[in-house]
């Protein structure tokens, strides 16, 4: 699965344009994540300077990602004229969700497990979703 992830608020405490303290196991779910296949795109305001502080700041704590602020590493913003900003990723993971930022252990098990939001909690209430039965026209 290909994944943005945005940097202030969601792997890191919001104090832009510093940077703040790491948000409760972000890279580690990052990096399990990365060891599992998945593909990182480090999707972020931050640019110049900034941008390559939280780029070094993830890489020191074994953070690579797959792409910066581009679906692929070597895509060239300054030549490519019909360049769109919108990114084709499977996922977005960003503190500005509806809803506000599920905790990393949350989102790994969403990820790592195929498992929606709301899914989750039923389960953490013990509950299921029941599929809707199919009509007789649908077997």
């Not at 992830?5 to 409760?24: A, H, K, L």
């Not at 931050?46 to 890489?59: F, I």
């Not at 499977?90 to 790994?108: E, T």
Request: charged fraction near 30%.
């Amino acid at each position: 699965m290909i994944i943005a992830v945005d940097f202030d608020g969601t792997i890191v405490q919001d104090r832009y344009p510093e940077i703040g303290s790491e948000q409760p196991f972000a890279t580690q779910t990052l990096k399990m994540l990365i060891d599992e296949g998945h593909q990182f795109i480090l999707w972020t305001v931050r640019q110049g300077r900034t941008l390559d502080e939280a780029v070094e700041w993830c890489r020191k704590r074994g953070v690579e990602f797959y792409a910066v602020n581009k679906d692929f590493p070597e895509e060239d913003v300054e030549k490519n004229v019909s360049y769109s900003r919108k990114l084709k990723v499977d996922m977005f993971i960003d503190d500005r969700n509806v809803g506000g930022l599920p905790d990393w252990g949350v989102i790994y098990q969403m990820i790592h497990d195929g498992k929606t939001y709301e899914e989750l909690l039923l389960e953490g209430l013990g509950q299921r979703k029941e599929k809707p039965k199919k009509k007789w026209w649908q077997i």
